[in-house]
């Protein structure tokens, strides 16, 4: 990738200072069981899922989809009154579909009563007989990788998430960009003309220089001779050394009397106690927040590897763990707050409605992992790093003291957009996120000139209209309950104005002021109404 992209293509950013912890406040988060009621909700939920997978053929006919057609439960969220909503993905003669995911929402009783389905909502090809051949694909994968390949494997699927659905190969190619940056890259290969479809990476990479945090409580678990940094309380988050390694688990670290770090890299446990501590706080949001168990709302947790190979300047989500390089010249390690708490919403992302890195769906990708770090920023509370509608404040990349992004006025990093447009699908996902941020910021502030938390923000229409906001809180739980819900892989802004309406009808009912003003946010940054109303 190259170096100018990646100063744009931030997805988290960094804050300053290495931090100790003293024995007292390590104790504090520490925790060598899981809580009865995490295991209890997990328990439930697999009981649910089990039990959706079971009926899964008569939800399909009932949808009337093709006998050739399958359906496999992903996700299950029931709401209060019991009513239900299943997340499908789907097969096709035996085939894996991309973007062919759906979502059936149900009464108490199992009555589907609407459903969302992915791209155009049709997955049944004329054949399943490929006339390109695996090995053709393949090389087609590698051309397109950019580097020198570890490995490279097809896979025939159907690709649905276009207007029509089409035989297709999944060419997966995984290496080690030039930068050191680690690549999973897929890319669609027309099974039939040998055209590329689309491509996308695993592996969403930020970039930052310092890191920020204070004296901070960490989650560790006790042993027989030492403590380790696995946080049992949370899911057994665990955190680990690369020692300069691209590749591999690392070791986890453990420490004598659980004091780690001294407020410098001279301690390679530094870096450690913002990875952990970062985690933890995205942990703990999504949990007290949303009620959410860990990024996969199964009970477990995540490994954050610190030390990342050699003078590394980014940090990256890659589908199952966080990873942080130590900057340039191995002096300022990437792990912040700020970067768990975007990185990490990629994996929440990736569990729910896995909206593709491509086109609207990839900004509104992006712009989740921007609202919810931005969020995980406030709800921390830290006095060394208020929360604010910046996005690597702490960064000072460019050397002028200014932030890579604005959630106020997206346009002030010089390219990102306030206003929804058609050609906003052909962007760039940290650049076109900018629509999904200024809404956020809207839904969340009202428009205008205000001071938060001593930073100045002024934030414009498109439309010249005047909003007033609902709230961040409200916003954030419209935004997360529509990502779980009632997006897809394929949403577009258009469509996540409309499941953010509809997610604002069940939060807080039809005619509500916080739906009412959602859709003035969503008119004020020019996406255009849907189908759904208040």
């Known amino acids: 990738m190259r170096r100018t992209k990646i100063l ?16 007292a406040a390590a104790t504090s988060g520490r925790s060598d ?20 997978q079971a009926r899964a053929t008569t939800t399909a006919r009932g949808l009337g989809l093709d006998a050739r057609e399958s359906l496999r439960v992903r996700d299950v969220i029931r709401d209060a009154d019991g009513s239900t909503h299943v997340r499908y993905d789907r097969t096709f003669a035996g085939l894996r579909v991309i973007g062919g995911d759906l979502v059936v929402h149900q009464t108490t009783s199992g009555v589907a009563v609407r459903t969302d389905r992915a791209g155009s909502g049709t ?22 990788a950019g580097f020198a390949p570890v490995t490279a494997g097809a896979e025939l699927v159907v690709y649905a998430a276009g207007s029509a659905p089409r035989l297709a190969y999944e ?103 913002d ?50 390089g130590d900057g340039a010249g ?49 709800r921390t509370a830290s006095l060394s790093d208020r929360g604010d509608y910046l996005i690597g404040e702490k960064v000072n990349l460019s050397g002028n003291g200014r932030p890579l992004r604005y959630l106020d006025r997206p346009s002030r990093d ?43 923000y002024n934030s414009p229409t498109c439309n010249g209209s005047v909003v007033t906001g609902i709230g961040r809180g409200a916003a954030e739980r419209i935004w997360y309950r529509a990502l779980t819900v009632y997006m897809t892989s394929t949403t577009t802004y258009r469509q996540a104005r409309d499941a953010t309406t509809r997610a604002a009808r069940d939060l807080y009912g039809a005619g509500s002021a916080q739906c009412t003003r959602v859709q003035r946010a969503w008119a004020a940054v020019a996406v255009p109404a849907g189908s759904a109303t208040c």
């Not at 069981?33 to 959706?52: C, G, H, N």
């Not at 053709?136 to 051309?143: E, K, M, N």
């Not at 890259?185 to 689309?198: F, G, P, Q």
């Open 8 to 23: 744009v293509a931030v997805a988290a950013l960094a804050a300053a200072g290495t931090v100790p912890l003293p024995t």
């Open 33 to 52: 069981t899981a809580p009865a009621d995490a295991a209890s909700s997990v328990a439930t939920r697999a009981a649910m899922l089990s039990s959706e």
């Open 123 to 144: 997955v049944a090809v004329a054949s399943a007989t490929a006339t390109v051949s695996r090995q053709a694909a393949t090389s087609t994968g590698r051309l397109r």
């Open 171 to 273: 060419v997966v190619t995984e290496g080690v960009r030039r930068d050191q940056t680690p690549s999973r890259l897929h890319t669609v290969v027309d099974a039939r003309t040998a055209r590329e479809l689309t491509r996308w990476d695993d592996v969403k990479e930020g970039t930052g220089r310092s890191i920020y945090s204070g004296t901070v409580p960490i989650g560790t678990t006790k042993g027989t001779t030492s403590f380790s940094m696995v946080d049992r309380s949370r899911g057994g988050n665990w955190t680990t050394d690369l020692r300069g390694a691209t590749s591999g688990g690392g070791t986890t670290f453990t420490d004598a009397d659980d004091v780690w770090g001294n407020f410098s890299t001279s301690s390679r446990a530094s870096a450690a106690v």
């Open 275 to 324: 990875a952990q501590y970062g985690a933890q706080k995205t942990w703990d949001y999504y949990k007290s927040t949303f009620g959410r168990n860990g990024i996969f709302n199964n009970g477990k947790g995540v490994r954050s590897r610190v030390h990342y190979g050699n003078g590394y300047d980014n940090a990256f989500w890659d589908g199952t763990q966080m990873t942080y």
């Open 330 to 378: 191995n002096a300022r390690p990437l792990t912040s707050l700020d970067v768990a708490g975007h990185e990490m919403s990629h994996g929440v992302t990736q569990a729910t409605a896995n909206l593709r890195y491509t086109g609207d769906a990839g900004g509104l990708n992006e712009a989740t992992s921007d609202i919810f770090g931005t969020a995980v920023e406030f």
């Open 414 to 456: 010089g390219q990102s957009r306030d206003c929804w447009s058609t050609s906003l699908a052909a962007m760039d996902p940290h650049l076109s996120s900018g629509v999904g941020n200024h809404f956020f910021y809207l839904a969340s502030e009202g428009s205008g000139a205000k001071t938060i938390n001593g930073v100045a």
